[in-house]
Nanobody, 114 residues
Framework: QVQLVESGGGLVQPGGSLTLSCAVS????????MAWYRQVPGKERELVAT???????TYADSVKSRFTISRDNAKNTVYLQMNRLKPEDAAVYYC????????WGKGNQVTVSS
C-alpha cells in the first residue's frame, strides 16, 4: 500500500518561504514522476509542479521562478521549496506519484497571512 506523508506546512507571512516534504513508501519511488498539487476549499485541485525520475521539472505558471521541486531518491522524499509566498498560495498541498490508482495523502496546510 502506497503511503504519502506531507509535512512542513504552516503559517508564513507574505514574501516568506516554506519547504514542504513528502515521504513516500510502498512503491519504487525512484522510477516515478512525482507531483505537488494544491487545493483551496471550493476549488478544484491544481497541479503545482512535477519532477520526473531523471529530475526534469515542470511548474504551473503561477509559481514559476518562486517554487522549486526536488527529490531525494535515497530518502524516498520529494520536496517543494516555496519562496516569495503570496496570499493566493495558501492551500492544502498534496504530493502524489503520477500514476493511476494511488489515493491522496492527508495533505499539508499552508497559510500565507500577515
Amino acid at each position: 500500500q502506497v503511503q504519502l506523508v506531507e509535512s512542513g506546512g504552516g503559517l508564513v507571512q507574505p514574501g516568506g518561504s516554506l519547504t514542504l516534504s513528502c515521504a513516500v513508501s510502498g512503491i519504487i519511488f525512484s522510477i516515478w514522476t512525482m507531483a505537488w498539487y494544491r487545493q483551496v476549499p471550493g476549488k478544484e485541485r491544481e497541479l503545482v509542479a512535477t519532477i520526473s525520475s531523471r529530475g526534469a521539472t515542470t511548474y504551473a505558471d503561477s509559481v514559476k521562478s518562486r517554487f522549486t521541486i526536488s527529490r531525494d531518491n535515497a530518502k524516498n522524499t520529494v520536496y517543494l521549496q516555496m519562496n516569495r509566498l503570496k496570499p493566493e498560495d495558501a492551500a492544502v498541498y498534496y504530493c502524489k506519484p503520477v500514476r493511476k490508482g494511488i489515493a491522496w495523502g492527508k495533505g499539508n496546510q499552508v497559510t500565507v497571512s500577515s
